[in-house]
């Protein structure tokens, strides 16, 4: 009866799968050793991607997009974002690091749609969602866009002939400081035309950019180059 019953179901499943409702994403874990690997029926929408993951014995692995992200346990009890282990209001974690054992295993992990419950010896549950997982790895860190530098000198920087931005452009407008920061990023240097030849004037500037970080000389001084002073 229940191998009928069986039958009917897989037959189901099948067909939803050819309508592409719906699309096998491969799941593996060390708790089933004993079994054949399993497949298990993931509904998405049409442009999700494809996950599987595996509990290796001192490590969780993700893979996702393309890429395959490795968690110690620690790291991911630690990280916990239940109410009662992380404060969303404040981004403060209320879990003490030091309570966690260094050896702790899941004793049972599960996923739907888009997040993955890690389920803890004392009981206590864990939910990612699995692109914040994902994005939080190391291996995603590394793979995001490093900002370009150019080693330049007299000659390059030149050659690359860097626009200069108005004072009033780059005050008033986003495009002007967004070209001035482009151009300091790029190359380290960037220029201000027309700027008041004042204190006040270089002080709109720099809170423009950031804010002026006070020291042992107060938050703004004048300087001027004498070399008839002797004070050197």
Same mark, same amino acid.
């Given at each position: 009866m229940w191998c009928g019953k069986l039958v009917r179901l897989l037959r189901g499943t099948q067909s939803l799968a050819k309508r592409g409702n719906v699309h096998p994403v491969p799941l593996q874990s060390n708790f089933m050793k004993t079994l054949p690997p399993l497949a298990c029926w993931h509904?998405?929408?049409?442009?999700?991607?494809?996950?599987?993951?595996t509990v290796h014995d001192d490590h969780f692995e993700l893979r996702?997009?393309?890429?395959?992200?490795?968690?110690?346990?620690?790291?991911?009890?630690?990280?916990?974002?239940?109410?009662?282990?992380?404060?969303?209001?404040t981004n403060q974690r209320m879990l003490d690091t030091s309570t966690v054992e260094l050896d702790?295993? /899941?004793?049972?992990? !599960? $996923?739907d749609e888009d997040s993955i419950y890690f389920?803890? /010896?004392?009981?206590? !549950? $864990?939910?990612?969602?699995?692109?914040w997982l994902y994005q939080n790895s190391y291996e995603a860190q590394k793979q995001q866009l490093i900002q370009p530098r150019v080693l330049w000198n007299a000659e390059i920087y030149k050659q690359a002939k860097v626009p200069s931005v108005f004072f009033k452009e780059f005050m008033e407008t986003d495009e002007g400081l967004k070209l001035f920061l482009q151009n300091f990023l790029l190359y380290g240097i960037a220029f201000v035309e027309d700027v008041p030849a004042t204190q006040d004037g270089t002080e709109e500037v720099a809170e423009r950019v950031s804010f002026i970080r006070n020291t042992i000389f107060g938050r703004l001084w004048t300087f001027t180059s004498d070399y008839r002073s002797e004070e050197h």
């Open positions: 509904s998405t929408s049409p442009d999700a991607l494809l996950y599987s993951w996702y997009a393309g890429t395959s992200a490795r968690f110690a346990f620690v790291w991911l009890r630690d990280h916990c974002r239940s109410s009662s282990c992380y404060n969303m209001k702790i295993k /899941p004793t049972n992990v !599960r $996923t389920t803890w /010896p004392d009981g206590h !549950r $864990t939910k990612y969602n699995l692109e």
